[in-house]
């Protein structure tokens, strides 16, 4: 069986995620606008592209690297309570693996990345997974508040269907919410839910049954060191979750105004204002978080459309979208593959020196 972290499985996932990212945006070209041709879609788009304004591109890559900043600074704000030794850059480098984790496996399940660099960098399992487990529930906190907030608002240019799938959306928050919160205040229950769910499937399948016994004894451990971790931050760092509140705030605050700076590169007098784009924003992270497939590739390209479409004309659809989505995920993933193939190049070069070190010890 392959890790979870090898270069088959790295490869395969960006190969899908880059399929999904093509064919949603290829849709978004031919679906909007169909009384023009392809040849006027291309002529439009090419023009888009030769008139952008490139000093608000320099304005939105500013506001991506403040983006990797607040989310670097999230996660080791928490790291630092279980282990103290950790660098900043290493928190810098979980967040970019992070984001390309997310991005090639489906429903964003990118916890693989953070845990692996942490790991790697000498913080017990337990401690990256009560790290993670804190800086998740802070997302969907934020998330959570500021959908309410906007199906309040009900704003009247939001398509209606979008509420629909909002709703839906709630309930898979609700759901994911609520099992987080076990996790990080009471994981024995999660763990008991394992345990159980091991037993069953051990009875039904016997071959896996000694593997599932082993993970038992794993997960036991982890969840014994976990609780002591979680009992620490919620007794002794409480301010650190608010913190990491407002970091939070902090990185999709620069994502909203990363978008902002995408419509003012387009050098028309489109009406899309801040208000508008930060309601789009948190909506559209909201209903994409956990869609199946990788990164959440062609759904968060189509939800981006359906939610800029009364805010901007359609030749500029497709390239906000792609110009929007290229600093807020693309880059991420190119930034964290790098750094995880660095990773993986030195364990491996480490795990050949050790190799040949047992070699020479048995000669």
Known sequence: MQAPMSRENMIRGVILFT???????????????????????TEDLIQVFLGLRFEFLLGACVCMFLDWLCGGLRFHIFIRIVAPTIKFRDSCRAILATTCVSAITPFQTGGVGHLYIYARSGAPLSGAITAGIAAFLSTLTILFLSASGILLLDPEWIPKGTTWISLFSFLIFGLVFITFLLLLFKPEIVSRIFYW?????GKWFKPIAPYLERAKLKVEQITTEHRTFARDLLQNHKWTYLFSLVLTCGFFAARIVAAYFVIRAFNVNEHASLWDLCIVELLYNFVVLFMPTPGASGFAEGTKSVLMKSLISAKFITPFVLLNRFFSVYCGVIAGGIVIALQLTKDFKKSKKDIAKAAVSQT
């Open 197 to 201: 769910l091991s037993d069953r499937v």
């Open 19 to 41: 399929l999904f990212t093509l064919v949603g945006l290829l849709i978004i070209f031919l679906g909007f606008d169909t009384q023009k041709s392809i040849e006027n879609k």
